[in-house]
C-alpha cells in the first residue's frame, strides 16, 4: 500500500542554518509528491509539488526533488528565519486511487534568532 | 480563483451533544471534498471522503458521519459527541485528476468536555 514516512522531530535549528527535512515513500508507479506547511492554529498551505519523477519543486526559498530512485523527496532550505517555523508535511496522491492523499505524520521545526 | 470557508472555527461542546461542522468551496464544480481529523501534536487523520453529491466514502468507522447535499457543500455530524472526539477538524477539497493538488480549509477547533 501507499505510505509517507518523515524524520521524527521536532526541528530545531537557528536562524540562517541549513534545513533537511527528510521523507520517503512507499506507492505503486510515480504519484505526485507534496510538502504541506502548517502555522500554529491554522489549515495545511501547499508549499510546493513535482508531479514527476526527476522534477523539482521550489517556492519561497524552499526546494525538493522528486528521487524515484531512493524513493524519496527531502525539503531543503539553505537559510532559514524565525518565520519559517511551523510543521511540515510530505504528502502523495495515489496514482491509481487518485481521490486519496496519503500525509506524513508531519515534522516540526523550530527556528531560533 | 478557488475558495475553501469552514466554521465554526472554534467550539466547545459537552459530551453527548450533537456536533455539525459545515465547509463550503466556491470557484470550482464537482470538487472531491475531505474531512480530516488532526489530534494535537499528531498526524492528519483522513476520515470522509466524497467525489460527488451524496457519495461519502468512510475511512475510519467512528462516532462522526459526512453529507454532500449539494456539490460544494460538505458537512461533518455527530449525534452524540465523545470526549475522544476533541481535535481539530480539517475540510479540503481538490479536483478529480491524477496529478491535482489538495487544498485546505482554515481548520475547526472542537474540543468536548
Known amino acids: 500500500g501507499n505510505s509517507v514516512t518523515q524524520m521524527e522531530g521536532p526541528v530545531t535549528l537557528s536562524e540562517e542554518a541549513f534545513l533537511t527535512i527528510n521523507c520517503t515513500y512507499t506507492a505503486t508507479g510515480y504519484p505526485s509528491l507534496f510538502w504541506y506547511v502548517q502555522y500554529p492554529g491554522e489549515g495545511l498551505q501547499l508549499l510546493l509539488k513535482a508531479t514527476k519523477a526527476d522534477d523539482k519543486g521550489s517556492n519561497k526559498g524552499f526546494e525538493a526533488t522528486y528521487r524515484k530512485e531512493t524513493t524519496s523527496f527531502h525539503l531543503e532550505k539553505g537559510s532559514v528565519q524565525v518565520s519559517d517555523s511551523a510543521v511540515y508535511f510530505c504528502a502523495l496522491r495515489d496514482l491509481y486511487n487518485f481521490n486519496k492523499f496519503y500525509f506524513g505524520s508531519g515534522t516540526k521545526l523550530n527556528v531560533k534568532p | ?113
Open chain 2, 1 to 113: 480563483s478557488q475558495t475553501i470557508h469552514q466554521w465554526p472555527a472554534t467550539l466547545v461542546q459537552p459530551v453527548g451533544s450533537p456536533l455539525s461542522l459545515e465547509c463550503t468551496v466556491e470557484g470550482t464544480s464537482n470538487p472531491n471534498l475531505y474531512w480530516y481529523r488532526q489530534a494535537a501534536g499528531r498526524g492528519l487523520q483522513l476520515l470522509f471522503y466524497s467525489v460527488g453529491i451524496g457519495q461519502i466514502s468512510s475511512e475510519v468507522p467512528q462516532n462522526l458521519s459526512a453529507s454532500r447535499p449539494q456539490d460544494r457543500q460538505f458537512i461533518l455530524s455527530s449525534k452524540k459527541l465523545l470526549l475522544s472526539d476533541s481535535g481539530f477538524y480539517l475540510c479540503a477539497w481538490s479536483v478529480g485528476e491524477p496529478w491535482g493538488t489538495i487544498y485546505f480549509g482554515e481548520g475547526s477547533w472542537l474540543t468536548v468536555v
